[in-house]
């Protein structure tokens, strides 16, 4: 568990992670997208690189299943690296816990549309990368995996963690094109309502 003290080994953006979005990024929030224009934002569709802390301390947006707020921008997809410290088999399904050492996380595995059991790929202690959905099961957050890799190289699960640092810092804590237009267009027909009064 992070400490709410800042630390010199923490990055800025987890140290505060327990203070509300609206209040850390106020410039997003005040240009919020509608959300018909969700799908224009380009990390809505693509796997955003992030720490199981970051998705663990999302929170869905609007009421839509399957949209997430990072940093006031909607995610529905994620990929992280860490080991799998825990294994559930079942027919239907197989559940891998995640821990990238900033949390733990499970990741869901279905079975495939003929019905047959999913193929078990990996052992506990192994380094993996996942990529899937976001949702939540009975109020935790978790992924349900489509892709998902054996890294034989420990090495990638720093290398995972200065980039989502890196992209959080640069792309995912600033609003998107989308969001600055949505802003303007707001502003634009508050002028037009006052105009035509």
Same mark, same amino acid.
């Given at each position: 568990r992070v400490s709410s003290s800042p630390s010199l080994f923490v990055p800025f953006h987890i140290q505060y992670a327990h203070s509300s979005p609206e209040r850390r990024h106020p410039k997003i929030f005040r240009g919020k997208m509608e959300i018909q224009s969700w799908g224009l934002d380009p990390i809505f569709w693509s796997f955003t690189k992030l720490t199981v802390h970051d998705i663990l301390h999302m929170a869905e947006m609007a009421n839509?299943?399957?949209?997430? /707020?990072?940093?006031?921008?909607?995610?529905?997809?994620?990929?992280?690296?860490?080991?799998?410290?825990?294994?559930?088999?079942?027919?239907?399904?197989?559940?891998?816990?995640?821990?990238? *050492? /900033? *949390?733990?996380?499970?990741?869901?595995?279905?079975?495939?549309?003929?019905?047959?059991?999913?193929?078990?790929? *990996?052992?506990?202690?192994?380094?993996?990368?996942?990529?899937g959905l976001l949702s939540k099961y009975r109020g935790n957050m978790e992924i349900r995996i489509f892709d998902f890799y054996i890294e034989k190289d420990p090495n990638q699960q720093t290398l995972h963690w200065l980039e989502a640092f890196q992209a959080s810092v640069e792309i995912?804590?600033?609003?998107?094109?989308?969001q600055l237009e949505c802003k303007r267009n707001a502003s634009q027909n508050q002028g037009i309502k006052k105009l035509s009064k």
């Open positions: 839509v299943r399957g949209a997430f /707020s990072l940093h006031g921008r909607p995610v529905s997809r994620a990929e992280i690296v860490g080991y799998i410290v825990e294994l559930v088999i079942k027919h239907n399904r197989i559940t891998y816990s995640v821990d990238d *050492g /900033s *949390g733990v996380i499970s990741c869901t595995q279905f079975a495939k549309p003929n019905g047959s059991q999913p193929e078990c790929k *990996g052992k506990l202690g192994e380094t993996c990368r996942i990529r995912y804590q600033h609003p998107s094109v989308i």
